[in-house]
């Protein structure tokens, strides 16, 4: 037997208990002819004690401990003399009447403990290290336990959990696909799964009723702090549903969720329209944690002689309330901001309305204090409150102005990461046209449907459709999105002509999917939420590689293993690919 204890379990009940416990020399102490170990594992920490009392073999083998080393160490258990409070095996040590190394350690890069001093690279070059922290390993085991939560709850709801291929066809409609050479099928390539998307709607067609899956998705797209080239889904289609069925199913998901990992119970799920979101926030991800929400004021402000607003197709603004007494420094501060080119805002008006109710703005040339006022009341400002102004055309500025929502609600302290405010954005556009290609991209994807009222516009007014899809967003994030399907392959054919498709690429790519639905395809729907910002959000981090064992870097690289890397010669002849020579 290697162990009979943990760790991180032992405590005063104990006291005086022989026990046995395997793990990592975090730490060796000498103090006055007295050795402390503190020995770790997955589960804690508790600290051993060499003593005058301890034998000498017990002692000659402590004396040769290092960092890392993995040891097995016998001994009775004690109160401590020195308690520490902070950890839970605090009250206790063990004094230890047999050691073992089983395995001794190379120094480590870096120190293995919450306050490492192991920079970014470091650490993630040698990640199974890294792993060994609390902080590291407790988000691991948080997204072990909500996969176990997803699984237990969708299970309950009868839903059949079923692997689909990796190796795939390229249908590359939405990002770039990944793609693998097949050596038995010369000059012919598999594509990873962006989503199993279409399996999961012939999975429909086979009467499977209720699909989910816990999958990795492929992507190979520019990477950020909430992007891996390689990530988590769980991936989910229904059949003989509406869009309210699928609502409700994955609020309940949702919900439960929050209850089993984190004891809250949501109450608040409200629904907003696409339309809606960005009218009010800006973009169609709205952060619900604060209000200072968008108000239009073009018809307030155009006509007295101020060109900027005078040009300006749209004209809004936010109250950050309590921030009147902002300095010109940090107002200067917050234009810079805006125009950063990520930004792209044009210029930021503000007006303070001041502790007696009185207005003073950065435009006072053209409006009087009674214009002002005006301004006040539309956004609903009081005294002590700032106003912020900016303009443009619609489309630019709203996202502008609900960048500057954020940063103001940063600066105010209003994104508490542990309040949460999910909520469903509903009817989004169908289609979005591209400039640059001067053609209609679908906003989700080809497989929406449109809904039913606006299906006369698809000839007429394309841009106008709306679809029935719906993305889960919660504190400003989307969690998750997803649609009703088209199922009848008519119309279905008919979106792909309005996404450019000749019959014969749609045919080509998508054949067997239209193929499948002149055999009987139930009505269906469904969603796929991105695991790993979940995750993310419930531990509390900005970046999901936080919450993944081994992420990739920001150039898609592993550093751990350097990969992706040159193949050898005789596996490029293998796949008949040549090496290209590149700057
Ligand atoms: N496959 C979609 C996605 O990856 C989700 C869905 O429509 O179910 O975004």
New binding site residues.
Partial sequence: MYRNHTCGEIRMENNGQEVLLAGWVQRVRNLGGMTFIDLRDRYGLTQLVVDDQSTNEVKNVASGLGREYVVQARGVVRERSSKNLKIATGEVELHISELNVLNSAATPPFTIQDDTDGGDELRMKYRYLDLRREAVRKNLELRAKMAHVVRNYLGSKDFIETETPVLIKSTPE?ARDFVVPSRMNPNQFYALP????LF?QLLMVAGFDRYYQIVK?FRDEDLRADRQPEFT?I???MSYVHQEDVLNMFEGLTKHIFKELKGIDIIDFPRMTFADAFEKYGNDKPDLRFGMMIHEMTDLVKGKEFKLFDEAEYIGGICATGCGEYTRKQLDALTEYIKKSQIGGSGLIYAKVNSDGTVKSSVDKFYSSEDVQKWAARLEAKPGDLLLVTFGTKERALPVISALRLEMGRQCGLMDKEIFKPLWVVDFPLLEWSEETQRFFAM??P??SPKPEDIALLDSDPGKVRAN?YDLVINGVEI????V?IFDSALQAKMFKILGFTKEAAEDQFGFLMNAFKFGAPPH????FGFDRLVSMFAGLDSIRDVIAFPKNNSGRDVMNDSPSPIAQTQLDELYLKMVKTE
């Fill in positions: 939405g962006q989503s199993p998307q999961k998705c889904q991936d989910c289609e989700h994807h497989f929406t899809a998750g999105g997803g649609s399907r729907a469904g969603i796929a």
